[in-house]
């Protein structure tokens, strides 16, 4: 396996250029490839899961043409709603999907309802992931889904759908908010009156303001009634957008604004998301100022010029303390908040977080695992982590990652408390921010 070695650090200074978004580009993609017209795409994050998507689009018969001259920049010529590759019973077109959330659950979605024949799996994680809540709430709608393998699992057979939209679709809240997007961006498709009903608690609510935003931007607005209730009126459909930019990843500003925090006494800027962001991660700024973090907001702070806004977190003069948070508004993000804790002075409690167990990996055992490795004392429930900082970080810990992106990135910022670390399979990173460990070595020292 290959290993990174991570020196001991003390000092993060420094400006990162965030990549795209993760969740804005997969969305605008296929939101793109829907549209009646040709959309160019600026900042596109380029990573393990916009690649699935692109080659999934492809494989569909969607035209995309990339600039030459900069591999983030995209033209995307949308099919109005009609994908051109509909394959056979025989011959179903086959998609890979390696471990990529955000393209697998809207792919599942806009494909039931595109009448045609496809076959959708992935890397063996994939498989593991669940997906029955949604299929339950599209087979509502009349899809017709077939697993291959274990019930509720990927992979997935998709026939054409035998449409019936008569009755309001439920679809649980409480499990995944990807289930939810999928729905809401597949069934204008239809081109029917739709009704959806969201059972149980929505989580993540920020992460279905995203997918909302971009589907107005795209032309399709959706009556909300609070988080319980959606209406997707008939004869909706995607329109292009002549230019759109793709914000920087706020998930991924975490790590430097959390290195900011922990050993930033001049400051350590990430450039591409301001204060007004669509995406719900950048309110982790905002609990690092809660903390005593001293965050600054520069720029227009605009959404159409999110390429011109930063945010700068400084170090407090004084130690954090422990803190207890409900964790909903953001998900991602407070993977970040757990490495945090253990330059608390207290216990810090991360709560409302049981969407970490069906992620990338079980992202609950997998920190409290790697926590201890580093020293803390750690109490893990179904959907909370506690952690007791130790009095001395563990020198020379080697943290396994899961092929989770996230926990590679995270357990980096542990170097920042003086001690050396080493990072198993750090290619993992690829997923979201394959430059991520040369942005890191730039700020820290």
């Given at each position: 396996?290959?290993?990174?070695?991570?020196?001991?650090?003390?000092?993060?200074?420094?400006?990162?250029?965030?990549?795209?978004?993760?969740?804005?580009?997969?969305?605008?993609?296929?939101?793109?490839?829907?549209?009646?017209?040709?959309?160019?795409?600026?900042?596109?994050?380029?990573?393990?899961?916009?690649?699935?998507?692109?080659?999934?689009?492809?494989?569909?018969?969607?035209?995309?043409?990339?600039?030459?001259?900069?591999?983030?920049?995209?033209?995307?010529?949308?099919?109005?709603?009609n994908l051109p590759n509909k394959g056979t019973s025989e011959k179903p077109v086959d998609l890979f999907l390696g471990n990529a959330g955000t393209a697998f659950r809207p792919l599942t979605a806009a494909l039931a309802f595109s009448n045609g024949y496809y076959y959708l799996h992935g890397v063996?994680?994939?498989?593991?992931?669940?997906?029955?809540?949604?299929?339950?709430?599209?087979?509502?709608?009349?899809?017709?889904?077939?697993?291959?393998?274990?019930?509720?699992?990927?992979?997935?057979?998709?026939?054409?759908?035998?449409?019936?939209?008569?009755?309001?679709?439920?679809?649980?809240?409480?499990?995944?908010?990807?289930?939810?997007?999928?729905?809401?961006?597949?069934?204008?498709?239809?081109?029917?009156?739709?009704?959806?009903?969201?059972?149980?608690?929505?989580?993540?609510?920020?992460?279905?303001?995203?997918?909302?935003?971009?589907?107005?931007?795209?032309?399709?607005?959706?009556?909300?009634?609070?988080?319980?209730?959606?209406?997707?009126?008939?004869?909706?459909?995607?329109?292009?957008?002549?230019?759109?930019?793709?914000?920087?990843?706020?998930?991924?500003?975490?790590?430097?604004?959390?290195?900011?925090?922990?050993?930033?006494?001049?400051?350590?800027?990430?450039?591409?998301?301001?204060?007004?962001?669509?995406?719900?991660?950048?309110?982790?700024?905002?609990?690092?100022?809660?903390?005593?973090?001293?965050?600054?907001?520069?720029?227009?702070?605009?959404?159409?010029?999110?390429?011109?806004?930063?945010?700068?977190?400084?170090?407090?003069?004084?130690?954090?303390?422990?803190?207890?948070?409900?964790?909903?508004?953001?998900?991602?993000?407070?993977?970040?908040?757990?490495?945090?804790?253990?330059?608390?002075?207290?216990?810090?409690?991360?709560?409302?977080?049981?969407?970490?167990?069906?992620k990338e990996t079980d992202r609950i055992a997998a920190m409290a695992t790697e926590l201890r490795k580093v020293g803390a004392i750690v109490e893990e429930g179904t959907d909370y982590i506690t952690i007791t900082p130790p009095e001395k970080l563990t020198p020379n810990a080697v943290i396994d990652t899961y092929d989770d992106h996230?926990?590679?990135?995270?357990?980096?910022?542990?170097?920042?408390?003086?001690?050396?670390?080493?990072?198993?399979?750090?290619?993992?990173?690829?997923?979201?921010?394959?430059?991520?460990?040369?942005?890191?070595?730039?700020?820290?020292?």
């Amino acid at each position: 396996m290959e290993q990174l070695h991570l020196p001991a650090a003390n000092r993060a200074q420094g400006t990162i250029k965030l990549p795209g978004s993760k969740s804005i580009s997969n969305r605008t993609l296929l939101l793109a490839a829907l549209a009646n017209g040709e959309t160019e795409i600026f900042d596109l994050l380029k990573s393990d899961d916009t690649d699935r998507m692109l080659e999934a689009l492809a494989t569909l018969g969607v035209e995309l043409t990339q600039n030459p001259n900069d591999a983030l920049n995209l033209k995307v010529k949308g099919v109005s709603g009609n994908l051109p590759n509909k394959g056979t019973s025989e011959k179903p077109v086959d998609l890979f999907l390696g471990n990529a959330g955000t393209a697998f659950r809207p792919l599942t979605a806009a494909l039931a309802f595109s009448n045609g024949y496809y076959y959708l799996h992935g890397v063996p994680r994939m498989h593991e992931r669940p997906i029955g809540d949604l299929v339950d709430a599209l087979r509502q709608a009349g899809a017709q889904i077939e697993y291959l393998g274990n019930e509720g699992f990927p992979p997935l057979r998709i026939s054409p759908a035998q449409l019936d939209l008569s009755q309001p679709i439920k679809i649980r809240g409480d499990v995944s908010s990807q289930f939810l997007t999928a729905l809401l961006m597949a069934l204008p498709l239809t081109k029917q009156n739709a009704t959806i009903e969201v059972v149980g608690e929505l989580i993540s609510k920020p992460y279905i303001e995203i997918t909302l935003n971009l589907m107005q931007r795209f032309g399709v607005n959706i009556q909300r009634e609070g988080w319980n209730k959606f209406k997707i009126t008939e004869n909706n459909e995607y329109k292009n957008i002549q230019i759109i930019a793709v914000e920087g990843d706020a998930s991924s500003a975490s790590y430097f604004l959390a290195a900011g925090a922990i050993a930033g006494e001049k400051g350590v800027t990430v450039s591409g998301v301001g204060e007004n962001s669509i995406q719900g991660d950048v309110k982790f700024a905002n609990e690092l100022k809660k903390l005593g973090v001293d965050i600054r907001y520069q720029g227009v702070n605009s959404q159409l010029s999110s390429a011109l806004d930063s945010i700068t977190a400084i170090r407090p003069k004084q130690k954090i303390k422990g803190f207890d948070l409900d964790c909903n508004h953001i998900p991602d993000a407070a993977m970040t908040l757990a490495i945090l804790a253990l330059f608390a002075d207290g216990i810090t409690s991360l709560r409302n977080i049981a969407s970490w167990r069906v992620k990338e990996t079980d992202r609950i055992a997998a920190m409290a695992t790697e926590l201890r490795k580093v020293g803390a004392i750690v109490e893990e429930g179904t959907d909370y982590i506690t952690i007791t900082p130790p009095e001395k970080l563990t020198p020379n810990a080697v943290i396994d990652t899961y092929d989770d992106h996230r926990m590679a990135m995270c357990f980096s910022l542990v170097s920042l408390g003086g001690v050396p670390i080493t990072i198993n399979d750090p290619k993992c990173v690829n997923k979201t921010f394959p430059e991520y460990f040369d942005a890191f070595r730039k700020i820290v020292s």
